[in-house]
Structures are given as structure tokens and as C-alpha cells.
């Protein structure tokens, strides 16, 4: 089956971001010139994906107007004949069917994926993150993991690995190898406190595809790390019961909902960027002699 729906879950407050995202949703912070949820979308739609479902909360509507179109601001763009500027505008509610729904609680990740049944239906979707930006790699991160789908008919996690002190922040994942970067995925455990919950340092990190069975075990799924419905913890019944895919993809992975990633991002892809990178390199080589 073709996978042609994706799940943004952006409803999160922010706060390790604090204040910047007192008023500005954190998956509107700028890497360079271009919001991060932008990037995430571009990655949906690169994989194919055709009806994107943003999940957000109270004061997230900058969001929904980013995706709307701006008749007044492209119309000056237009009389003033700045035709990049009006381009990198002008389409951005062309690249998918965007749709919304509020998470009126905030109860974790995997109450807000439950939001999306309706938006689901019955067939397979991805999960994109709203925290983490996917650049670069051989293909679109969650094309790698569509594929994945395709492949082996079973959920699929995208991880990648991290160090032994940021395992205990994120999730862990029992894998054993398939070929080259898949694996299969047989156990997994939320944000793990003990040495003998540790199966790798392979953590989920920012996407996923998962089947509509996945609704129903949300359903069922008692509050687990920080009191939250977390998804990992409705994954990890997918994984024990019906087996998973993982997938260490290969593009780079930037976690800007915290305040060192949003400063990676910038750096590193602001090095490649066609208007600015030239000069930011020239820029970045003088300055590290100061250091």
C-alpha cells in the first residue's frame, strides 16, 4: 500500500526553549530563513507523502498561517518585482493538503497521535516529529522508511544512536541486524533509568511509519514516562506482538526543541546555504581564531 498521510505532532510548549517560545511556537524558530516545520513538511512531501496532519495547541496558529497564502506581502513581492523572494513564499500551501487539530491536553506524544484516527482511517502513515529536522542523507528520511514499509510490512521506527548519558533523556531500542542499516526491532523502553533496561545506545529519533492497529493499543495504554501517554510505550506492544522495522537513516538529525540543536542547525546548514554560506564560512574561520 501506498503511504500518502503523515502525523506532525507540534503541540509541545517549548520550554527548554524558554522564553523565545513564550509567544513563538518552537517549530516556527528560524534555521537561517526558513521555519523549522518547514523542513519537516518538505521531507513529507518529498517522500510522497500528500495529506500532512499538523497536531498543535493554543497559540500555535503562526503555524497555520505560514501554510496560508499571503495575498497582500506577494503582492508587493510581485509589484516590486522580487521574484526569489516571491517564489520562496508563493507555493507553500502546495506542498501538501495541510490539516489541523488541536491537542486540548497536553497528555504526551501518544495521546496526540491519537488524535489522528480519523485523519488515519485504516491504512499505514509516518510520524514526523515536530522537534526534530532531517536534512541530507541519501533519500528523504521517512522515504527510507516507507520504503522499509514496503519492504517488510511492519512498523517502522527511525533511529539513530546516541551516548550513554543521553539515552536516559530519550528512548532505547532492542534491535538485532537485518542488512546494511535495518534491523529488526523486538523491545524498547522510554526514557530508561536502569543499566539493565539499556538493550543499545539506539534510541528513536524523530520518525517513524506505523500501522492503524497502532490506535487501538493507544487506547490501552496507561500513562508511563513524566505521567504521559508516551508512543514509544504503544510501539513497544507493536514491536513484542507483531515484530518492527528499524531504520538508521542516513540524513542528519537536529533537535530544535532544545537550544544547543536549534544552534547546530543553524550553523550547519547555514554553511551550504546559496545566499549566505560563502560568507558565514569566511565568517566562522576568522572567528574560531578568536576562541
Same mark, same amino acid.
Given at each position: ?7 506532525? =505532532?507540534?503541540? +509541545? ?8 517560545? #513564550?509567544?513563538? =511556537? ?10 523549522? /516545520? %518547514? ?35 506577494? +503582492?508587493?513581492?510581485? $509589484? ?21 487539530? $488541536? %491537542? ?5 506524544? +501518544?495521546?496526540?497521535?491519537? #488524535?489522528? $484516527? ?16 532531517v536534512v541530507g542523507g541519501e533519500k528523504p528520511a521517512t522515504q527510507e522508511l516507507i520504503e522499509a514499509y514496503g519492504t517488510y510490512g511492519k512498523g517502522v521506527i527511525g533511529i539513530k544512536p546516541v551516548t550513554r548519558q543521553e539515552i536516559v533523556n530519550y528512548s532505547c531500542v532492542k534491535v538485532d541486524p537485518i542488512r546494511d542499516n535495518i534491523y529488526k526491532c523486538t523491545d524498547m523502553i522510554e526514557k530508561p533509568q536502569r543499566d539493565e533496561d539499556i538493550f543499545s545506545l539506539y534510541s528513536i529519533l524523530g520518525r517513524c511509519v506505523l500501522p492503524p ?9 496507561? =500513562? ?45 546548514? +547555514?554553511?551550504?546555504?546559496?545566499? /549566505? ?11 574560531? #581564531?578568536?576562541?
Amino acid at each position: 500500500m501506498k503511504i500518502t498521510k503523515a502525523v506532525i =505532532p507540534a503541540a +509541545g510548549l517549548g520550554t527548554r526553549v524558554l522564553p523565545a517560545t #513564550k509567544v513563538m =511556537p518552537k517549530e516556527m524558530l528560524p534555521i537561517v530563513d526558513k521555519p523549522a /516545520i %518547514q523542513f519537516i513538511v518538505e521531507e513529507a512531501a518529498n517522500s510522497g507523502i500528500t495529506d500532512i496532519l499538523i497536531i498543535t495547541n493554543r497559540g500555535k496558529g503562526f503555524i497555520e498561517d505560514h501554510f496560508d497564502k499571503a495575498p497582500v506581502l506577494e +503582492g508587493i513581492l510581485e $509589484r516590486d518585482k522580487k521574484e526569489e523572494l516571491l517564489s520562496s513564499i508563493k507555493d507553500l500551501d502546495k506542498l501538501a493538503n495541510i490539516h489541523y487539530v $488541536r %491537542q486540548i491536553e497536553t497528555k504526551g506524544l +501518544g495521546h496526540a497521535i491519537s #488524535k489522528a $484516527r480519523m485523519f488515519a482511517g485504516n491504512e499505514p502513515f509516518a510520524v514526523l516529529y515536530g522537534d526534530d529536522v532531517v536534512v541530507g542523507g541519501e533519500k528523504p528520511a521517512t522515504q527510507e522508511l516507507i520504503e522499509a514499509y514496503g519492504t517488510y510490512g511492519k512498523g517502522v521506527i527511525g533511529i539513530k544512536p546516541v551516548t550513554r548519558q543521553e539515552i536516559v533523556n530519550y528512548s532505547c531500542v532492542k534491535v538485532d541486524p537485518i542488512r546494511d542499516n535495518i534491523y529488526k526491532c523486538t523491545d524498547m523502553i522510554e526514557k530508561p533509568q536502569r543499566d539493565e533496561d539499556i538493550f543499545s545506545l539506539y534510541s528513536i529519533l524523530g520518525r517513524c511509519v506505523l500501522p492503524p492497529e497502532i490506535f487501538d493499543i493507544l487506547d490501552t495504554t496507561p =500513562p508511563g514516562a513524566k505521567n504521559e501517554i508516551q508512543l514509544t510505550d504503544a510501539m513497544c506492544v507493536l514491536a513484542k506482538n507483531h515484530g518492527m522495522t528499524a531504520v538508521e537513516y542516513t540524513g542528519t538529525r537536529y533537535d530544535i526543541g532544545n537550544k544547543l540543536g536549534i544552534m547546530k542547525a543553524a550553523t550547519e546548514i +547555514g554553511i551550504n546555504h546559496p545566499e /549566505i554560506g560563502k560568507d558565514f564560512v569566511a565568517y566562522l574561520k576568522e572567528f574560531v #581564531k578568536t576562541l
